[in-house]
């Protein structure tokens, strides 16, 4: 069965803080690996990964995933209260964007 | 801006009601949809897959008499929860592909509550 685990599963620190998210992954086959914010409704989408060792930016996010540990982290740095949020992980194992979902990490950012 | 949107936004209903969700593709044409499930505090659960013109393909464990899937169009799929139940009671989510970025954007959702 294909699977997805984040950690931590929750996460509080300080604005200003820089924070690493978590993300491994076992499927039969691999197509991608994709992050999300989600606030109070859908999920917004952040990045797409496919191949390993390539770090993928947007201003304070970044992302890097490691095939060989079948594995991903997200990191946010200068941490803000907007960014408080769940962070989802899912992998498309088959090509058929039928995502799987890891359990998310409930960030936290105090002011 | 938006590219999916869904209505309503939240229902509330009794027991034994049928609920229908509709997802609308507000700048693309999908001819597939996803619909998934969310509970308090999970993740998200791929309940089915809505092609357009033909039958949904459903997960394991989902009911298809239960959970009605019509994508009549290319820009809109609906979900009809059929005597619904308690357990019944989640945030629905229905997404679609975007040819182009080949990347899945999500619906704002619907959270039904079923007393």
């Known amino acids: 069965e294909d699977k997805v685990v984040q950690s931590p599963l929750s996460l509080v620190v300080h604005e200003g803080d820089t924070v690493t998210l978590n993300c491994s992954y076992e499927?039969?086959?691999?197509?991608?690996l994709l992050w999300y914010k989600q606030e109070k409704k859908a999920p917004t989408f952040l990045f797409m990964l496919t191949s390993s060792g390539i770090e993928k930016k947007s201003g304070r996010l970044s992302s890097i995933l490691d095939k060989k540990e079948l594995s991903s982290i997200l990191n946010i740095t200068a941490t803000q209260t907007g960014d408080s949020a769940i962070y989802l992980c899912a992998v498309d194992p088959q090509g058929a964007q039928k995502l799987v979902f890891g359990q998310g990490t409930r960030l936290t950012i105090n002011p | 801006g938006a590219v999916v949107s869904q209505h309503p936004s939240r229902v509330i209903c009794k027991s034994g009601t049928s609920v229908k969700i509709e997802c609308r593709s507000l700048?693309?044409?999908?001819?597939?949809m996803f619909w998934y499930r969310q509970f308090p505090k999970q993740s998200l659960m791929l309940m089915a897959t809505s092609n357009e013109g033909s039958k949904a393909t459903y997960e394991q464990g989902v009911e298809k008499d239960k959970f009605l899937i019509n994508h009549a169009s290319l820009t809109l799929s609906t979900l009809t929860v059929t005597s619904a139940h308690p357990e019944d009671s989640s945030f629905y989510i229905c997404?679609?592909?975007?040819?182009?970025?080949?990347?899945?954007?999500f619906g704002p959702g619907t959270r039904l509550t079923v007393l």
């Open positions: 499927v039969t086959n691999f197509r991608s």
């Open positions: 700048d693309f044409q999908a001819t597939t």
């Open positions: 997404s679609q592909v975007r040819a182009s970025t080949d990347t899945q954007y």
